[in-house]
């Protein structure tokens, strides 16, 4: 039966070479994407689920209100995961693990380099699935001035020779020796490390973990495997209360570690969304591939009616009548999801640049074989399930008189098979040319700072605690316009906290406030404006010590026609607003403009540098030279704002060339089956283009004819589209504080655009038809 099956469907195939052809390739484009998508959304979905106590893992989060708006932080004291360790048996093993900082110094055989270091405690890797190489989980951190490295790390600096043991200079004060190597951490890790020391060193030299208003460290605890995470939250959240001011709003709970790679923290969801976007881009795609397919099936149902009519003559039963066409139909899928393969393999490196992954086809992974057979199942089925059931609807006394009544049943559910198909394709070129527009908006947007021609250098070693000097060094060279101190970076900044009081409202108190710490150069350096007031005295810097400046939402806050010289407090500190900047935005887009305080004092991290115009070269080589001189033997890096800017972006920017790529296909494959269609209705209409032909109509006339219907169901989907793809982009248009306004032209382009395609995939079949010989057409049949 398999193999009487398999000839007959091999027959037809040859038979209709043409149609075999359009089917298979539509088929195969749209496996092909639906694959790709399906590759980098299962990698999404992997992230931490390679930990072997993935389930029993969580992050420590630290949730606060202000202003009605409950924030979540992974910021947490110090001490606390040692705390709950002790008290709770429900929790079996906890961890810190923080960064040491961006660039830190390292001596490392012989090479002098910065590098980021991370710090965690002995428990880490007993709760992490982190394979060593070299050294045993419960040993390579038994010493406080131990080192683990990967070994990535341990190629690049110690070539084939064995570093276990070898010891490390760190921040030129402190010699570290390397206990253990660590196999490279995998793509879908949220922990990215290549160097990790004990958290008891960092106990050693800082005294700062010790304190419970010390909010500088995340946390990590292994639950009991019975254990109700819910329950303990309970728990956590009763016990930090006692360690917290009794005004604060804060309270801890646990987050699974599994889940901090899709959502957000802080509410921004922008990951699993474009999971979402992504899982429906790989739908419609693959639904307008089998719609081609089912389309030409049921076109061509009548060059099969004497086939069925005869089969069910001589005992055939429906059942297996519907069998027989659903395993062609799956052998179509079988033979397309083979070309589908070797177009992802075509595609697959530019896919991974653009989305910037290192996604493989494994063909041994039971995963992607999952994938691929439910592609070819579902789509054999999807597509060939109606053609199955219109076919075997013919009766055979109907077939063997040669009438064939289902055929109105067909060709309105043809129409309606079309239609779909193109509303789709409506709705993601809108969405497309949406996000596009918007993705240009955000990049081209002014932040309110001018980010042209400057760097920055990160206050690494001795330069940090000669921050000034450098300062006055770097000003001697006429290729810098001026430099400034600061904390963080104007973009990018999360926010720090609230507390602080005006006005004598207690509820001012709940409003979250960005903290900037800089010094008087911050304008020049930066282009940016003062409303009110001054900014912090360059003659008399230790006087503004006590003074702040806020930015414009701040001051519409505190509501006064002149809010210069009123008292702000936090805590026990009072500070006298002395000035008011222009608004900037220092986080993305998809946020507002928060409330911001500047400081003048010195918790800088990074110097900003603001170079003269074409003076590029000169002006680096002078901050290398300055830089070498505090840290030398060291490299200087140097980054520019712009650059890290575009960075804030790149998911966007990957989503629109993703969708772009995918919509061109989509486009690719609708006209495929249009053109499809088009030939088999030119085909079933010879007869009545050759009278027509002798009866005098003009060759424009019949192309027109043909195009009328193919039109007018372009324009029922276009209708259909628009409403559906208005409110979605809408809803994707409100994600951002920042975004432009509906754009009504969009949607008169599709229009344009899914006229002009449908037109010129149908004219040349029409064209072929309407100037063929009129007595080759009445031969016809």
């Known amino acids: 039966m398999f193999l009487n099956n398999l000839k007959i469907a091999y027959r037809n195939l040859i038979r209709n070479k043409g149609y075999s052809f359009i089917n298979i390739s539509g088929l195969a484009i749209g496996m092909a994407c639906t694959i790709l998508l399906l590759l980098w959304v299962n990698h999404e979905l992997s992230y931490d689920k390679f930990h072997q106590k993935e389930k ?81 989980p419960e040993s390579v951190f038994k010493d406080p001035f131990s080192l683990v490295i990967s070994e990535k790390f341990a190629h690049k600096y110690f070539g084939n020779e064995d570093p276990i043991g070898q010891v490390v200079k760190f921040e030129e004060k402190y010699e570290l020796t390397i206990t253990g190597v660590l196999k490279d951490l995998p793509s879908n890790s949220t922990f990215k490390f290549d160097l990790i020391f004990p958290y008891e060193f960092k106990k050693k030299i800082y005294d700062g973990w010790k304190h419970w208003g010390n909010h500088s460290y995340s946390g990590y605890v292994e639950l009991d495997p019975n254990a109700d995470p819910d329950a303990v939250s309970e728990k956590l959240r009763s016990f930090y209360k006692d360690h917290v001011d009794e005004e604060s709003t804060e309270r801890i709970s646990l987050f699974p570690v599994s889940k901090t790679h899709l959502y957000s923290l802080e509410g921004e969801e922008f990951r699993i969304k474009q999971i979402r976007m992504f899982l429906i881009i790989a739908l419609f795609i693959l639904l307008i591939a089998c719609f081609n397919f089912m389309n030409l099936s049921t076109a061509r149902a009548a060059k099969r009616a004497k086939e069925i009519g005869l089969k069910k003559a001589i005992g055939s039963s429906k059942s297996k009548l519907i ?48 994938i691929v057979f439910s592609v070819v199942i579902v789509t054999g089925l999807l597509a060939g399930a109606y053609p199955a059931f219109f076919l075997t609807s013919y009766r055979t006394v109907d077939v063997i008189k040669g009438v064939t009544k289902s055929g109105n049943k067909g060709s309105n559910f043809r129409r309606i098979l079309v239609v779909f198909q193109f509303t789709l394709t409506v709705i993601l070129l809108i969405s497309t040319l949406v996000i596009s527009l918007q993705t240009n908006f955000i990049k081209n947007t002014s932040t309110g700072i001018d980010k042209s021609n400057v760097a920055f250098v990160v206050l690494n070693g001795n330069m940090h605690s000669n921050s000034d000097k450098i300062k006055e060094e770097l000003s001697r060279d006429p290729s810098i316009s001026s430099s400034t101190l600061v904390s963080h970076l104007p973009i990018g900044i999360y926010s720090n906290g609230g507390g602080y009081e005006w006005n004598n409202d207690e509820n001012s108190k709940d409003v979250l406030v960005t903290q900037l710490f800089t010094d008087p150069d911050f304008i020049d350096v930066f282009k940016t404006s003062l409303l009110e007031g001054r900014f912090f005295s360059k003659e008399n810097v230790v006087a503004d010590t006590n003074n702040i400046i806020i930015n414009e939402t701040l001051a519409r806050m505190i509501d006064k026609g002149n809010v210069v010289d009123n008292i702000i407090k936090r805590h026990e500190m009072e500070a006298r607003i002395i000035g008011v900047v222009k608004d900037f935005n220092f986080k993305s887009l998809h946020q507002k403009i928060e409330p911001m305080v500047f400081f003048s004092r010195s918790y800088y991290q990074f110097i900003s540098i603001r170079i003269e115009p074409n003076s590029n070269s000169r002006a680096l080589a002078h901050i290398e030279k300055v830089c070498q001189k505090y840290n ?35 486009i690719i494959i609708s006209c495929l089956g249009l053109f499809g269609l088009a030939s088999f209705m030119a085909e079933a209409r010879t007869k009545e283009i050759g009278i027509r032909k002798v009866l005098g109509a003009e060759v424009h006339s019949l192309i027109g004819l043909f195009s009328k219907d193919f039109t007018k169901w372009v324009l029922i989907a276009n209708i259909i589209a628009f409403p559906i793809a208005y409110y979605a982009m809408d809803f994707y248009l409100s994600e951002y504080a920042f975004h432009i306004n509906m754009p009504w032209w969009v949607f008169v382009a599709v229009a344009v655009m899914t006229f002009a395609i449908a037109i010129c995939t149908v004219s040349y079949q029409s064209w072929r038809s309407a100037t063929q010989n009129p007595i080759e057409s009445l031969k016809y049949e």
């Open 323 to 370: 069998r027989q066409f659903l395993f062609e139909s799956i052998l179509v899928s079988f033979i397309a999801i083979n070309f589908a393969i070797i177009i992802v393999r075509l595609f697959l490196p530019e896919f991974n640049q653009v989305l910037g992954q290192k996604l493989i086809l494994n063909y041994i992974d039971w995963k992607f074989i999952g």
């Open 632 to 666: 030398p033997g060291f490299p200087t890096i140097i980054n520019f704002l712009e650059d890290r800017y575009a960075t804030q972006y790149k998911t966007e920017e990957s989503t629109i060339k993703i969708l772009k790529y995918f919509t061109i296909l989509t």
């Open 56 to 136: 029993q893992l969580f992050q420590i989060v630290n949730w606060q209100t202000y202003s009605g708006q409950e924030y979540g932080w992974p910021n947490i004291p110090g001490k606390l995961t040692d705390a709950l360790k002790e008290k709770y048996p429900e929790i079996i093993r906890a961890t810190n693990y923080n960064p040491w900082g961006d660039n830190s110094l390292f001596v490392i055989n012989g090479i002098k380099n910065y590098e980021e270091v991370y710090h965690a405690d002995s428990d880490f890797f007993q709760m992490f699935s982190f394979p060593l190489l070299k050294g045993s």
